[in-house]
């Protein structure tokens, strides 16, 4: 427990630091672009478009389980999974991109899954923000509840952040856990409800929706959809805020415990 006090100390200590390279970081994925920043938001923008003409009005008719269109229900759900799966992709290589930081015995690396992190909650403030435009487009007034989905961003935050100690320390020694979390995310991005109601499922069989509540990034978009669409706090789902900060203290204990084993070993590998 003294390792993680000490780290929240060094974190809090060079904040500012912290934040300088969290800017760079967001300004580097544009160098030599042309359309520069454009492109932080097309890839997503086009996703939206391709499941909301799939399982929208337009495709299979996807009913949402709220009185609200389903563009307006299907975004709250994406805008936080774009935000972790980017966060955890670039946390789990951001050690052998910053090698050249790693090697400097007076450098803190474990601020750089931090670091990435801050990077990708850049790019997600603009998301967010598009979000509340599309509900105002479609003539939805703000809602207190609104300003809930900055403790959600935090709490999908800790959880992406979590992982990436545990995945950033062994992919340093093993090359490959890149692309298994790619594809974990992709087929974790279907354990979520995102695109669908879970009540398709349940109906005949209820055992399946607790399957869904077992996946923790259920709470964190069922959280964004209550912030946007019903009204509801984050206190009116005690059992999934206890589930969900339970596993991800979980994680984050074993991850930095990980993290810290293999550490002395990064500079000799990279």
Known sequence: MYYEISLFKEIVKKRKLILDLAK?????????????????FVQPIVTVLIYYLIFGPYGF?????????????????????????????????????YSYLVKKVVFQVEVLP?????????????????????????GWWPMITWIQVVYYTFAASMLALAISYLTCS??????DMAQIVGIALQFGMWMVPIMYD?????????????IFKLNPFYYIVAGYRDSMLTGNWFWERPTLTLYFWTVTVVLMLLGLKVFKRLRPHFSDVL
């Open 24 to 40: 760079a970081d967001f300004r580097k994925r544009f160098v030599g672009s042309y359309f520069g920043v454009v492109w932080m």
């Open 61 to 97: 008719k996807s009913q949402p389980p709220v009185p609200a269109p389903y563009v307006l229900w299907l975004v709250p759900g994406i805008v936080p999974w774009f935000f972790f799966s980017e966060a955890l992709n670039t946390g789990t290589g951001c050690l052998q991109e």
């Open 114 to 138: 931090i670091i990435k992190l801050l990077s990708c909650m850049m790019v997600h403030g603009f998301f967010v923000l598009i979000m509340f435009g599309v509900n105002l487009c479609y």
């Open 170 to 175: 062994i992919h340093v020694f093993f090359k």
């Open 198 to 210: 879970e009540n398709m499922f349940t109906g005949d069989a209820p055992w399946i929706g607790i």
